[in-house]
C-alpha cells in the first residue's frame, strides 16, 4: 500500500507488466508451475480469470472454488475432484478461489498447505493459481512458509475506482446572497468608528466581519483576508480562541476552494490545535467536540485533496471515533446524527482510495442506514433528503465497480433517482439536483 492516489493510465500499466510476465511464465511452458494472483475485489478476480481463459488456450482451465471443501485439507478433495473431470488431452491449469470465505477454517487450512504441499503439487499433474485479496495472501506467506517457497510467482493486480461523490454541498447559506453581504457591510461602516474600544465593540464588528469573509466570493480574496486579519487581532486581544478557531476554520475552507492546499492545511491545522486543546478542556461541551471533529475531517480532505490517503484516514479516523461518541450521546439530535453518518462516507471514502473496497462497504453501509432512518423521520427537510440519496448512489456505485453485483446497484441507484426526482419538483431550478441526477442516470445506464 503506498500514500499516493493513482491514476486509471498508472493502474493500467502496472497490470499490463503483470500480464507480461504471466505470458512468459505459462505461454510456452509444459511443466506444472504454481502461482499466486493478488486482487483488490471479486469483481476484478473475475475481470483478471476470464483473460486468463482467453490468453492460455493451451490448458484445460477449472475452477475450484473452496467454498465446496468440507474441512481444512485441500489435497484430498482436491485430488478426488480433479479425478471425477472429464479426461482431456491439455494441461490442466486450476483457479483455487474463495480463499477468503474460508472465516474460521482459514488458519488451519493454511496449516494444511503448509504440510502437504508436496503432495498438493506432485501428486495432482496440475498447475494452479491461487486468488485473493492481499490479506490474505500475506497471512499465506506467513502462516506457511514452506508453502510459499513453492509458489513461483506472485502476481498483484490493481484495480481503479471511479471517485464516488463526497456528500452533497450544504444548502446555500444565507451570508452568501449579495444583499446580505452589502447589509453586513453596511453594519461594519457603522461600528468603524467604536472597534478600537475593544471588548464588546470589538468583538461585534469581528463577529460580523467573519461572517462576511465567510460568504464573500471567492474571487474577493484580497478583502477576505484583511478582514480575516483583523478578526485574529481582536480574537487574542480579547482571549476568545473559540472565535478565533472559527477564522482558521474559514481561512481553510476558502483556500481550499481556490486550490491553494499548503495554505488551506497551515489554517486547518491551526484550527484543529485550538479545537483540540477546547474539546480537551471542555469533555462535555457538545459544541466544542463537534468543533474538533470537523477539524479532523477538515484536514483529512486537504490531505486527500494532495494526494496523501494514508494521511488522511488518520484524521478521518479521529473525526468518526469523536462524531460516533458524540452520535450515541445524542441519539435525538439529528445534526449530530448527519455528522457521524458523514464521517462513515469520508472513511468509506478513504478506503476507496486506498485500494480497500471491503473496508470501504462497511462504511457506506453504516452511512446509508443512518442517513436513512433520518431520512424517513424528516421527508420535508432538504438536506436529508439529499445526504440520503448521495448515500444510496454510493453504495450503488460501489456494487457497480467493487462487487460487481449489477441487480443491487440497479435497485440503489433507482431509489437515488427516486428520491433526487421527487426533490426536483419541488425545487425544479436547483442546479445541483439537476447534476446529481445526471451522474445517477450516467451509473444506471452502466447496468
Request: charged share 25%; net charge neutral.
Amino acid at each position: 500500500m503506498t500514500d499516493s492516489i493513482r491514476t486509471r493510465e498508472q493502474i493500467d500499466a502496472h497490470n499490463e507488466q503483470q500480464w507480461a510476465r504471466i505470458r512468459k511464465v505459462f505461454g510456452a511452458r509444459s511443466a506444472t508451475v504454481v502461482a499466486w494472483c493478488v486482487v483488490v475485489t471479486e469483481a476484478e478476480q473475475r475481470r483478471q480469470q476470464a483473460r486468463f481463459e482467453r490468453e492460455f488456450s493451451q490448458f484445460r482451465q477449472l475452477n475450484y472454488s473452496l467454498t465446496q471443501l468440507e474441512g481444512a485439507s485441500l489435497y484430498t478433495p482436491l485430488k478426488k475432484w480433479l479425478q471425477q473431470q472429464e479426461p482431456n488431452p491439455k494441461p490442466t491449469l486450476v483457479h483455487i478461489t474463495d480463499i477468503e470465505k474460508l472465516g474460521d477454517r482459514l488458519t488451519p487450512f493454511i496449516a494444511e498447505l503448509n504440510f502437504h504441499r508436496e503432495q498438493l503439487f506432485r501428486n495432482t499433474g496440475a498447475s494452479f493459481v491461487f486468488w485473493s485479496d492481499e490479506a490474505t495472501q500475506i497471512r499465506v506467506q506467513n502462516g506457511a512458509p514452506d508453502f510459499w517457497d513453492w509458489i513461483a510467482y506472485c502476481f498483484r493486480f490493481e484495480t481503479f475506482f471511479e471517485p464516488i461523490a463526497i456528500q452533497p454541498p450544504p444548502i446555500e447559506r444565507e451570508n452568501t446572497r449579495p444583499r446580505h453581504i452589502q447589509r453586513l457591510r453596511a453594519r461594519l461602516a457603522a461600528l468603524e468608528p467604536f472597534k478600537n474600544r475593544g471588548g464588546d465593540y470589538a468583538l461585534e464588528w469581528a463577529q460580523l466581519a467573519l461572517e462576511l469573509a465567510e460568504g464573500l466570493p471567492l474571487n474577493q480574496n484580497q478583502e477576505a483576508n484583511a478582514l480575516l486579519t483583523e478578526c485574529q487581532r481582536i480574537f487574542q486581544t480579547e482571549n476568545q480562541p473559540y472565535r478565533e478557531a472559527q477564522l482558521w476554520r474559514i481561512a481553510g475552507d476558502r483556500n481550499l476552494q481556490t486550490g491553494k492546499l499548503p495554505q488551506a492545511r497551515n489554517a486547518y491545522q491551526k484550527y484543529l490545535e485550538i479545537t483540540q486543546a477546547l474539546a480537551k478542556a471542555n469533555p462535555d461541551a457538545e459544541q466544542i467536540q463537534r468543533e474538533w471533529a470537523v477539524a479532523n475531517a477538515m484536514m483529512g480532505d486537504v490531505a486527500i485533496a494532495l494526494g496523501q490517503p494514508l494521511e488522511a484516514r488518520k484524521f478521518f479516523e479521529k473525526d468518526l471515533e469523536i462524531s460516533q461518541a458524540l452520535a450515541k450521546a445524542n441519539p435525538d439530535s439529528e445534526q449530530i446524527q448527519r455528522d457521524w453518518a458523514v464521517a462513515n462516507a469520508r472513511m468509506g471514502d478513504v478506503a476507496i482510495a486506498l485500494g480497500q473496497p471491503l473496508e470501504a462497504r462497511k462504511f457506506f453501509e453504516k452511512a446509508l442506514e443512518i442517513f436513512e432512518a433520518l431520512a424517513k423521520a424528516n421527508p420535508d427537510a432538504e438536506q436529508i433528503q439529499r445526504d440520503w440519496a448521495v448515500a444510496l448512489a454510493k453504495l450503488g456505485e460501489w456494487e457497480i465497480q467493487a462487487n460487481g453485483n449489477r441487480p443491487r446497484a440497479r435497485a440503489l441507484l433507482e431509489q437515488a433517482l427516486d428520491v433526487l426526482e421527487k426533490r426536483l419538483a419541488i425545487n425544479p431550478h436547483s442546479a445541483d439536483l439537476k447534476q446529481r441526477i445526471e451522474g445517477v442516470r450516467r451509473w444506471l445506464s452502466k447496468v
